[in-house]
């Protein structure tokens, strides 16, 4: 079996290590919080999914030695704060280890997506995204779920998938790892939009219409950077879309939604508001006009007001095509 690291005691860490784990994979996670590690160790529970009883065989250190032995290390932590993490876990990786990267957005300033981040911080290890439609809960329970898995080649991606697959956890493999990447950050930002679409009562009606006309911005600056128009069509794109802009378990439509009531963020980390303004300006780097992704980003920087914001986007001038 396949030992495992995993950089992140969140939800969605945790979900995953729980998932290895269960396949029998000596899995450990690396986590800040003593609290959390803890009670892993010692309750088998997470604070992140307190209904959900742990793998015993799963164990947690607030020291990155547990990620001596790994093969496989999930890096599952926020993008903005992705880059310190895996410079600290470098002393610590083997030679070879692959490291697949778990988070979605475009990091501040430099505008990176994760695996630019990764290549600067990790140099020499292999790399490889999980993205897709998942919620934590419905990983750790075991429940039906599909993802996608990027890597620079299909053997690289297959091999990730064939560590992590179970009977109801599907990966699915492709080597168009910019257009997972970007599908995974757009849809946060889109998934903010749609909260505030629910919360000002703007009907259903022009939720679908905000999907579909923000999934074709994702799709536009995916092609624009390289990636591929079917790759944002599948669960690294579309599918993450419709998960993410029709619940309230998403961070980001939660977030929406407490923005269109007026209600102003909570203290959660939401990777949808941290990438906003990163996501925008690819759009300008690459020349891709992305009119629902610039109004999250001045709401979310209080530049714009949600009815101003609706407002900018209902007088917008008619397309001659769709």
């Not at 079996?1 to 899995?27: I, P, Y």
């Not at 889109?190 to 909260?195: D, E, S, V």
């Not at 128009?229 to 378990?249: I, N, W, Y």
Request: net charge neutral; glycine share 12%; hydrophobic share 50%.
């Amino acid at each position: 079996m396949t030992r495992v690291a995993v950089l992140g005691g969140g939800a969605w860490g945790t979900a995953l290590a729980q998932l290895c784990a269960a396949q029998g994979h000596g899995t450990a996670i690396w986590a800040r919080d003593a609290g959390v590690v803890a009670a892993v160790n010692a309750a088998h529970r997470a604070a992140a999914l307190p209904d959900i009883p742990l793998d015993p065989r799963l164990t947690a250190s607030t020291d990155m030695a547990v990620l001596a032995g790994a093969s496989l290390v999930l890096a599952v932590i926020p993008a903005q704060a992705a880059r310190g993490v895996l410079e600290r876990a470098v002393p610590h990786l083997d030679p070879g280890a692959t490291v697949v990267l778990c988070q979605k957005g475009v990091e501040r300033g430099t505008l990176a997506l994760p695996t630019a981040v990764a290549g600067e911080a990790v140099p020499g290890h292999p790399l490889a995204v999980l993205t897709g439609p998942g919620f934590a809960a419905d990983v750790a329970r075991g429940l039906p779920t599909a993802v996608t898995i990027a890597a620079g080649t299909l053997d690289a991606a297959g091999a990730v998938q064939a560590a992590l697959a179970t009977p109801t956890f599907r990966p699915y493999p492709t080597d168009d790892a910019v257009g997972a990447q970007v599908g995974g950050a757009v849809k946060n930002v889109l998934a903010i939009a749609c909260g505030i679409v629910v919360a000002r009562g703007l009907g259903e009606s022009a939720r679908a219409a905000l999907v579909a006309r923000g999934f074709a911005e994702m799709a536009r600056l995916a092609v624009a950077m390289g990636g591929r128009a079917e790759t944002v069509a599948g669960l690294s794109g579309l599918g993450d879309l419709v998960l993410t802009c029709a619940s309230s378990r998403s961070r980001n439509f939660s977030l929406g939604l407490r923005l269109g009531a007026a209600e102003g963020a909570s203290g959660d980390t939401v990777e949808g508001a941290a990438s906003a303004a990163g996501t925008v300006a690819l759009g300008r780097r690459y020349g891709v006009e992305m009119p629902i992704s610039e109004t999250v980003a001045g709401i979310v920087a209080g530049d714009v007001s949600v009815a101003e914001a609706v407002d900018i986007l209902l007088q917008r001038p008619l397309a001659a095509r769709e």
